[in-house]
Each structure stands twice: as C-alpha cells, then as structure tokens.
C-alpha cells in the first residue's frame, strides 16, 4: 500500500461529468518484466478506465538493458517491448489506435513500415511519425502508443 491508502502502483483522480456529478478515474501503472524498466521517473504505462497510455520504447534489450545494434534491429526490439507492455495490461497490440513515431533519419521510414507489418494488422492504428536531433542512449527509432481496451 501507497501512502495515501492505495494499492501501489494506482492513482485516483476525481473528474466531473457532463452532467455535473463526480467521476473517479483510477490511474493503473502497468509494468512488464519483458520490456525494459523506466529509465527515468515514468512508468511503462499507464491505464485509466479503457484507454492504456504506453511510454516511448527504444530498442532496448530487456534482459541486458543494453541497445540493440542498427535500425532493423531496434525496430524489431521496440515492437516487442510495445507488445510485451501492451500483454501486461491486458491487450495487445491490435488494440492499438494511435501511435507515434520519432526517428533520427526520415530515410528509415520505409523500412520501419515495412517491420510494423509484422506487428500490426489492419485496420492500422492512426499515426504521427517525426524526425528528432537525437533519442535516448543514442536510439535510432521509438514509440509511443495508445491502446483502448474492450
């Protein structure tokens, strides 16, 4: 139990409905041990009521912890951490319906379409894909996505 009475892990926010009256929406943190732990203060994901917020993944190796080499690769080890985080919170990645995708060479987006085929099957999620200086620990490739949960 958490300091404010509350399992580990959750947290409650109090909103009001069109109606006025109050609605309680429980925040879950979502952990996976087959993707990588949090490098920073975030949680792999977050799921509140339906919806599942998943962090940015890079291609970690969740055993080691250690970046995966080249952009195939990285690719490959992003949707697998995605997946694994997505199975902890009761999903899959079919469930998906919006991602987001940063990458440090544009260039890479044929490719990186190519891979998510492996991963995905139509109707594709929506998505925004952008070209960044730089990622964490030197990345080539990360996602972050939004699941809804039936």
């Known amino acids: 139990m958490s300091q404010n009475g509350r399992p580990e892990g959750e947290l409650a926010t109090k909103r009001v409905s069109a109606e006025g009256s109050p609605v309680n929406t429980k925040r879950i943190a979502i952990r996976s041990p087959d993707a990588p732990a949090a490098i920073g203060p975030y949680s792999q994901a977050i799921r509140a009521g339906n919806t599942v917020y998943l962090s940015g993944q890079i291609g970690l190796d969740p055993a080691t912890g250690t970046l995966v080499d080249g952009l195939e690769a990285q690719a490959h080890r992003v949707f697998a951490n995605l997946r694994a985080v997505a199975q902890s919170a009761g999903g899959t990645l079919d ?13 890479d987006f044929a490719q990186v379409n190519e891979i ?10 929506a998505r925004a894909t952008y070209q960044v200086v730089a990622l964490p620990r030197g990345a080539l490739i990360e996602v972050e996505g939004i699941l809804v949960l039936s």
């Open 95 to 107: 469930h998906a319906v919006k991602l987001t995708l940063l990458l440090t060479d544009l260039g």
């Open 116 to 125: 998510m085929k492996a991963y995905f099957s139509e109707p594709y999620p």
